[in-house]
């Protein structure tokens, strides 16, 4: 029995109907994860297994920053790809659920302050890693609260932007004792989580019957669906 899986269009649903087709960044982002993602939905991965690995790798690269950073770069390199990889391992396996996005909500959280611990543990200033982690926790906060628009709304502040500078401060600390690049990169991992809110206050607030419809339902009702290209269809079998 075979399956037809829309790739595009369900990785839009799961991003409040983000159209990737639009975006090169995050189609060609996308291009790098589906066959991941396609390999281990035949083989039966479950993608919550795959959020649960990038948490782990998240705090293994924490924990490994303060020791040998430029062994802690990869493993947060890794855990981004995880985080990608989860969301097309549910599109293909067509279990793309509510509960597995509140886990993958999750998991970005905890991914976050791991990257916080991360620029401490190069040579960050306490105060400053964070602030750090407190920016990049606002931006998502701000997201949140202004709601509809707002969550499909990319800015400078992403998860791949965090990751970076977190990935930036490994190297820089690994290659010379000098903490300045490490502090560097906290600062604008922190400016650019400033800048991320301010974008993000400029998208329309999400209106009120609609927010409480989300809440009734969990989910934004879908105003359209994303155009459909027979190029990024998958069959799996």
Do not use: N, Y
């Not at 430029?70 to 549910?90: E, M, N």
């Not at 809440?215 to 079998?237: H, K, L, N, Y």
């Amino acid at each position: 029995m075979s399956q037809q899986v829309d790739a595009a269009a369900g990785w839009s649903a799961r991003h409040h109907g983000l159209d990737p087709s639009g975006i090169p960044m995050v189609s060609g982002w996308l291009r790098l994860v589906w066959p991941a993602g396609r390999a281990l939905a035949r083989r039966s991965v479950p993608a919550d297994a795959v959020t649960l690995a990038g948490v782990a790798l998240a705090g293994a690269g924490a924990w490994m920053a303060g020791r040998r950073p430029l062994l802690a770069a990869p493993l947060l390199v890794g855990s981004a790809w995880c985080d990608g990889v989860d969301g097309a391992v549910a599109v293909f396996a067509g279990r793309t659920t509510g509960h597995g996005a509140l886990v993958d909500k999750a998991a970005d959280r905890l991914s976050d302050a791991a990257l916080a611990v991360v620029l401490w543990r190069c040579g960050a200033p306490p105060r400053l890693a964070a602030t750090a982690g407190l920016a990049a926790f606002a931006v998502e906060a701000a997201r949140e609260l202004r709601g509809g628009p707002a969550r499909s709304t990319i800015t400078v502040g992403e998860r791949p932007t965090r990751v970076i500078c977190a990935v930036a401060a490994c190297l820089a600390a690994g290659r010379s004792p000098a903490r300045w690049p490490v502090a560097l990169s906290a600062v604008v991992l922190t400016a650019l989580s400033v800048v991320a809110i301010g974008q993000l206050r400029r998208v329309p607030p999400q209106a009120p019957a609609a927010r409480r419809r989300q809440a009734r339902t969990g989910r934004p009702r879908q105003v359209s669906r994303p155009r459909r290209d027979s190029s990024t269809e998958r069959t799996i079998r």
